[in-house]
């Protein structure tokens, strides 16, 4: 009976001895084989084989992988305090899945203990050569400036730095009460500046109109003189020519006269008087 038992629970230990010494490995994966605790290499995907005991496999990813930093604190130039929110997208590289056990243990820690503090770091570094102005006038060059130092600073870590973004910057409430109320100021200052340009553009036009309606009066009046000119230059000549044409015949006036009259002799005469227009030679 017991040897049975004895057979029994050998051969439950050879089947699972048997079946534990294959593993996979999935793609996007890495997996580190361990001979007795030591590192004796890195199995690519597919089905692998290890032998029972002595030898245990631990899986390394090599995805790429999005680690969000929120909460991270810098002072800028002007010594305003700002809360950044930063999305960082990071690979570890294929050859470096041994090292990365070895010094680190697993992906994670590896984050938390070389790009963290790095990233922090130069976070620091950089927004402290920015006012508070520029950072947000100029936050595309911010985010360059970060991530290029960054680069820098992990040069020989075994990950890659993807992409990097400064997704926000929360400020403090006085200064961005600050920043409001000089917007709004600057608003009023504009609104001032527009409605002086729109005055002195009305005050231009009415001088405009006012020279327009002057020179109009000027050429009229110009036009009435000389038409007044004009007549009486003709009247002064008719007169001139009238003065003529009597000097050369003094009997016109007479003829004059006779063609004006209309035959009727004057109803009253003063006594000694001489009849009008009856000229008896």
Do not use: C
């Not at 990813?61 to 010594?79: C, G, K, L, P």
């Not at 400020?171 to 729109?198: C, F, H, I, K, P």
């Amino acid at each position: 009976m017991i040897s049975k038992i004895a057979f029994g629970v050998g051969a439950a230990l050879l089947i699972l001895a048997v079946f534990g010494s294959f593993y996979t490995v999935d793609e996007g994966e890495r997996a580190v084989v361990l001979y007795n605790g030591r590192v004796s290499e890195v199995a690519e995907p597919g089905l692998h084989y290890k032998i029972p005991v002595v030898e245990e496999t631990v899986p390394i990813s090599i995805r790429q992988e999005n680690y969000r930093f929120e909460h991270v604190t810098a002072y800028s130039q002007d010594q305003q305090i700002g809360t950044l929110v930063l999305s960082v997208n990071v690979q570890p590289t294929t050859s470096e899945v041994a090292r990365i056990y070895s010094e680190f243990g697993s992906v994670q820690a590896m984050v938390s203990r070389v790009l963290a503090p790095r990233v922090n770091e130069e976070v620091k570094t950089i927004f402290g050569g920015f006012t508070a102005a520029s950072a947000i006038r100029d936050r595309g060059k911010l985010n360059a400036d970060i991530e290029a130092a960054i680069r820098s600073n992990i040069e020989g870590a075994p990950f890659q730095l993807i992409s990097f973004q400064l997704e926000n910057i929360d400020w403090s409430d006085s200064y961005e009460q600050a920043v409001e109320a000089r917007a709004t100021a600057e608003a009023g200052v504009a609104t001032q500046r527009q409605t002086l340009e729109r005055e002195k553009v009305q005050a231009e036009i009415a001088v405009t109109q006012a020279k327009a309606r002057a020179d109009s009066s000027v050429a009229e009046a110009k036009a009435r003189a000389e038409a007044t000119r004009l007549a009486g230059e003709a009247e002064a000549a008719a007169i001139r020519a009238r003065a003529a044409a009597l000097a050369d015949n003094p009997n016109l006036i007479e003829l004059t006269k006779a063609e004006r009259w209309n035959g009727a002799l004057p109803t009253t005469m003063v006594p000694a008087t001489a009849t009008p227009f009856v000229n008896l030679r």
